[in-house]
């Protein structure tokens, strides 16, 4: 059974950095496209970063240059790092395969504010 689990979020002020973790099991990640998605308030789930499974990395428009995902093989988990954050950023974030295709994990919550 494929699971994800989100973890490193946090309350923030702007311009701050988090890092964000994606522990997987049941697969090896490597193998497949991931994305890291946000769900602000009120408004729909959007991927924000995705990662092919040779390493290629896109990012939403409004991330880019301030967001960076990776993965750790060895670790089978996937990175988020965020830097100068924004209020607009706050939101939870989830893992989950590019396209989607398996059921949500917790996420983890994201606050930016002063």
């Known amino acids: 059974q494929v699971q994800f689990v989100e973890s490193g979020g946090g309350l923030v002020q702007p311009g701050g950095s988090l890092r964000l973790s994606c522990a997987a099991s049941?697969?090896?990640?490597?193998?497949?496209?991931m994305g890291w998605y946000r769900q602000a308030p009120g408004k729909q789930r959007e991927l924000v970063a995705f990662?092919?499974?040779?390493?290629?990395?896109n990012y939403a428009d409004s991330v880019k240059g301030r967001f960076t995902i990776s993965g750790d093989n060895a670790k089978n988990t996937v990175y988020l790092e965020m830097n100068s954050l924004k209020p607009e950023d706050t939101g939870v974030y989830y893992c989950?395969?590019?396209?989607?295709?398996?059921?949500w994990g917790q996420g983890t919550q994201v606050t930016v504010s002063s």
């Open positions: 989950n395969f590019a396209p989607v295709r398996n059921p």
């Open positions: 049941g697969i090896i990640f490597s193998l497949y496209a």
């Open positions: 990662i092919s499974s040779g390493g290629r990395t």
